[in-house]
């Protein structure tokens, strides 16, 4: 956290020296004529950023999340002779395991005792929510693609372009923690950790956008995670051939909250059973027979 909030200063120092430096250049005030000129750039930028951030979203989500680097650009690389690293996708590979298809989670003591549960026990959001450090990450990730977008394609000096991109990131954040731990029965992210859950809260239970965020990451679930990787900016999904409507993975859900725990207290029940059942041993007479033997 502390490393993104000291890039994040950084940025935020850099946007406010060039803004004073552009004043300073610019002798007078942009005319009326001048302002109407940048409207349709800016309405320009909503839709730019927001498919900038989709397919950004996607390929954060399919290659390192789920660690598919490894299987594809990972091999190419380490072809020409780079020692490339495999990428272990940050604990969402346990959070899938985790996750049942009705979207809540094994919370039996078996699960719980893995080494696989384990893996996500420090974390109270178990993988679900966008810290400030990785809103801060995600905010790097954006600028190799968002600055030549919105300076060369849109005509944004860099202190504009951040003024249009750090609302647009707190924004994806704000979606991603209001919508994504609340989808798993998980507990909102408060200011202190990242972006609020509770600001945008409102919107979870009537909202078409917000319900279809819901179903379309469930299918992403019931179907092990190999389609429908947008979260919070669905589309690059649609482009990519990898988006898989509810009509399709509806009928495939297997596992619910219910079906797995009544599994998991039958085992521990059989477990006890044939503890119970198991007549205790006399270690004087074991340890006799050893002696004879």
Known sequence: MKLALILLAGVAESFVQQTKQYERNTKQQMLPVEALEVIPRVVAAVPTLYALMSVNEYVTHRYYQHAEFNKGPRKLLRSFGLAIPKVSGGGHVEHHAETLDDMTLKTDDAWLSTPVARVLNDDPYRGTAFSWTVTGLMTLQMLPTAL???????????????????????????????IHPWMHALPDVPLTQGA??????????????????????????VLGGRVNFNVACPGADHLFGSFVPESDWRSQMSSTFESHHSSARALAAATLTSKKSTPPVDKEAALTGTALL
């Open 196 to 221: 609020p859950s509770s600001i945008l809260s409102f919107a979870r239970e009537h909202s078409p956008y917000f319900r279809f965020l819901y179903l379309n990451h469930q299918g992403h679930h």
């Open 148 to 178: 030549p977008a919105l300076c060369f394609g849109l005509g944004f000096t860099i202190p504009q372009a951040f003024a249009l991109l750090m609302p647009a990131m707190l924004l994806h954040a704000l979606i991603w923690n209001a």
